[in-house]
């Protein structure tokens, strides 16, 4: 099946410690994307790429990295940097800039 | 401010309603627009994109006023079904895609 998969789906890590959250489309899309969302809010943008080897910085992409070294992967690394890392963490992709982008299931990050 | 604003909300209609959600977007080299659909604890689904000649699926109608530079959906016939948040997706040419806060819509009996 054609689509974006994240993995894990819930993920649990202790205070300080980094943690890279797994994103893989199947769809040859060349963008892609990292949201995260808290509860009751809206998505904010962590990162994006609209090719490989190439990414940039979203809105709040301090205390995260990403690397896009291969079109169908983008994972995200949430580093001990990022002062509240407990959240819901959305990939996308999508086919171009301005195509609609579609969503993995996201991974529920707690650290405790 | 922010580059995308919502309509906080929420909206409590009764099934049968009609109701538009507004967006507003501040960089004017904005170059696509959507709308999606989150349900709770769900990720984000595509409802529709928005064309500056507007467009309608079948009881959705999205417009596009680049002049003012805002958005719009509007819900005709609302179904229970149809509670969920609304968010609405500005992109610019680089590649830079961001998302409003999102509008709640609850739907009664």
């Known amino acids: 099946d054609g689509g974006i998969t994240q993995s894990p789906k819930y993920l649990f890590r202790k205070e300080g410690q980094n943690v890279t959250l797994s994103c893989e489309q199947n769809?040859?899309?060349?963008?892609m994307y990292w949201y995260r969302q808290d509860p009751g809010q809206g998505l904010r943008l962590i990162y994006y790429s609209q090719i490989v080897n190439d990414f940039q910085k979203g809105d709040i992409a301090e205390g995260y990295s990403v690397s896009r070294e291969k079109k169908e992967s983008f994972p995200l690394t949430v580093t001990s940097a990022q002062k509240n890392p407990t959240a819901f963490y959305l990939c996308?992709?999508?086919?171009?800039?301005?195509?609609?982008?579609?969503f993995g299931q996201g991974t529920r990050l707690t650290v405790v | 401010r922010k580059e995308v604003e919502q309509d906080p909300g929420p909206f409590n209609v009764p099934e049968g309603a009609t109701v538009a959600f507004n967006c507003t977007y501040s960089?004017?080299?904005?170059?696509?627009f959507f709308w999606y659909r989150q349900d709770c604890r769900k990720e984000p689904k595509l409802l529709m994109s928005?064309?500056?000649s507007g467009n309608e699926d079948g009881r959705f109608t999205a417009q596009l006023n680049r002049a003012s530079q805002y958005i719009s959906l509007l819900i005709r016939d609302s179904k229970l079904s149809d509670s969920a948040t609304y968010l609405c997706?500005?992109?610019?040419?680089?590649?830079?895609?961001?998302f409003g806060d999102g509008t709640t819509l609850t739907v009664k009996p």
């Open positions: 996308a992709s999508s086919a171009t800039a301005n195509t609609e982008a579609f």
């Open positions: 960089n004017s080299a904005s170059q696509s």
């Open positions: 769809l040859n899309h060349d963008a």
């Open positions: 997706v500005v992109n610019t040419n680089a590649g830079k895609s961001t």
């Open positions: 928005v064309y500056s």
